[in-house]
Antibody, heavy 122, light 107 residues
Framework: EVQLVESGGGLVQPGGSLRLSCAASGFIFSGYWMHWVRQAPGKGLVWVSRINGDGYSISYADSVKGRFTISRDNAKNTLYLQLSSLRAEDAAVYYC???????????????WGQGTLVTVSS | DIQMTQSPSSLSAFVGDRVTISCRASQSISRYLSWYQEKPGKAPKLLIYAASSLQSGVPSRFSGSGYGTDFTLTISSLQPEDFAIYYCQQGSRTPWTFGQGTNVEIK
């Protein structure tokens, strides 16, 4: 069974940093693109970043480019998101997600974690 | 960036009703369109991928159609467990983008 478990969220001051982790199990982690998606309280879903299986192909939303860094450790089956220079508008539940598969479902997110809440406030 | 626009933003329906939600892309995305269902306090759930393919385990009352810029999610007979927020998402090019969501409420 595919499982994704996020951790690392919490309260951070504006301008601060945080590292989110997503522990994966139940599948061959290195074989799949992984994504981060966030959702501010009461708002919709916003795509944040993605990384391919070997970690060499990475993309970011413009709103986080230069401030957030996605990475992965395939030996530890773990996905990371380093958040820096945090702003009030970065406050959200952050979900890690795996693409649904490697065929026609490659462009969709078939498995999601439970999310981890990041609060940015002084 | 590709903008995704859903309509309506919300709707009220009875159990048993046929419900249709539309999603329009600001440029062609071929068939790289997915639909998700979100319930309070839960992670989104993939319903439809590649515009019309039903994700494993999803009831057959859900269906998707469309190509290019115009897409539709249909629930053939609304069930009590279907009251939720539905999002479309394009995976044609980065940044991936979601629609603003459609809230399906009980009438």
């Amino acid at each position: 069974e595919v499982q994704l478990v996020e951790s690392g969220g919490g309260l951070v001051q504006p301008g601060g940093s945080l590292r989110l982790s997503c522990a994966a199990s139940g599948f061959i982690f290195s074989g799949y693109w992984m994504h981060w998606v966030r959702q501010a309280p009461g708002k919709g879903l916003v795509w944040v970043s993605r990384i391919n299986g070997d970690g060499y192909s990475i993309s970011y939303a413009d709103s986080v480019k230069g401030r957030f860094t996605i990475s992965r450790d395939n030996a530890k089956n773990t996905l990371y998101l380093q958040l820096s220079s945090l702003r009030a508008e970065d406050a959200a539940v952050y979900y890690c997600a795996r693409v649904a598969g490697s065929g026609d479902d490659y462009n969709s997110l078939g498995y999601w974690g439970q999310g981890t809440l990041v609060t940015v406030s002084s | 960036d590709i903008q995704m626009t859903q309509s309506p933003s919300s709707l009220s329906a009875f159990v048993g009703d046929r419900v249709t939600i539309s999603c329009r892309a600001s440029q062609s995305i071929s068939r790289y369109l997915s639909w998700y269902q979100e319930k309070p306090g839960k992670a989104p759930k993939l319903l439809i991928y590649a515009a019309s393919s039903l994700q494993s385990g999803v009831p057959s009352r859900f269906s998707g159609s469309g190509y290019g810029t115009d897409f539709t999610l249909t629930i053939s007979s609304l069930q009590p467990e279907d009251f939720a927020i539905y999002y479309c998402q394009q995976g044609s090019r980065t940044p991936w983008t979601f629609g603003q969501g459609t809230n399906v409420e009980i009438k």
